[in-house]
C-alpha cells in the first residue's frame, strides 16, 4: 500500500497567517491527490482534488499544489472557521491511502 | 440538496456482526461509486471500502478483508456494509460518502465530494 505522510503534526498560527502542509507519498502518484477538512462533530468536507483543483464553493483562500511524491496544502489568510484537522487521500491505488492528519491550531 | 445519512451503528461483542446502512437523496445515487471510510477514536481517517455503480467491482483495505461486504441497492438509493466477526479495533465512526470520477480531460480522479455525519461502531465485551 501507498504510504501518505505528512508535516507538521499540529501547529498554532493565527488568524491571518499563512499556513501550509505538507504530504508526502512513498512512490510517485502523479497529481492523485486529495485534501479533506475534518471538524468534530461535522461530515469531512473535500477541499482540493487533482492536488491543485479548487472544489466548488471552497474559498479560494485554499489552494494545494505538487506532482508526484511531494504535495502542499496552503491556506493564503487563515480564518477563525479554518481550525481544523486536514488530511490528504491518495487516489493513484487502491487501497485508497489518507496522511495521518495536521491539526491546526488557535495561537 | 446531496444528503447521505448513515445507521446501523452501537455496540457489539467481539466476533459480533453489524450492518451499516446509508440513506441518501437528492442527487442519482445509480450514477456515483460509493465509499466508506472509518475514523477510530482519536485517531485519523481510514479508507474502509468502496463500490462501483452497479455493484460490479468492489474494493477493500486490507484489514477487512474477507469480513466486510459492501453492497447498495440502487432502486432504495442505499449503500450498505456488513461487518462480520468484529474485532476491537474495528471501533470507529463508519462515514458513507459520494465517490465521485472527475475528469479532467486527461485523468480520472476520484474524488470524495460527499459525505455523511457517520455512524459509531464500538466493539466491546
Known amino acids: 500500500a501507498i504510504q501518505m505522510t505528512q508535516s507538521p503534526s499540529s501547529l498554532s498560527a493565527s488568524v491571518g497567517d499563512r499556513v501550509a502542509i505538507t504530504c508526502r507519498a512513498s512512490q510517485g502518484i502523479r497529481s492523485d491527490l486529495g485534501w479533506y477538512q475534518v471538524k468534530p462533530g461535522k461530515a469531512p468536507k473535500l477541499l482540493i482534488f487533482g492536488a491543485s483543483i479548487l472544489q466548488s464553493g471552497v474559498p479560494s483562500r485554499f489552494s494545494g499544489s505538487g506532482s508526484g511524491t511531494d504535495f502542499t496544502l496552503t491556506i493564503s489568510s487563515l480564518q477563525p472557521e479554518d481550525f481544523a484537522t486536514y488530511y490528504c487521500l491518495q487516489d493513484y491505488d487502491y487501497p485508497r491511502t489518507f496522511g495521518p492528519g495536521t491539526t491546526v491550531e488557535i495561537k | 440538496d446531496v444528503h447521505l445519512v448513515e445507521s446501523g451503528g452501537g455496540l457489539v461483542q467481539p466476533g459480533g456482526s453489524l450492518r451499516l446502512s446509508c440513506g441518501t437523496s437528492g442527487f442519482a445515487f445509480s450514477s456515483y461509486w460509493m465509499t466508506w471510510v472509518r475514523q477510530a477514536p482519536g485517531k485519523g481517517l481510514e479508507w474502509v471500502a468502496n463500490i462501483k455503480i452497479d455493484g460490479s467491482q468492489k474494493n477493500y483495505v486490507d484489514s477487512v478483508k474477507g469480513r466486510f461486504t459492501i453492497s447498495r441497492d440502487n432502486a432504495k438509493n442505499s449503500l450498505y456494509l456488513q461487518m462480520n466477526n468484529l474485532r476491537a479495533e474495528d471501533t470507529a465512526v463508519y462515514y458513507c460518502?459520494?465517490?465521485?470520477?472527475?475528469?479532467?480531460?486527461?485523468?480520472?480522479?476520484?474524488?470524495?465530494?460527499?459525505w455523511g455525519l457517520g455512524t459509531l461502531v464500538t466493539v466491546s465485551s
Open positions: 460518502a459520494r465517490d465521485l470520477d472527475y475528469f479532467d480531460g486527461k485523468i480520472y480522479y476520484d474524488v470524495f465530494d460527499y
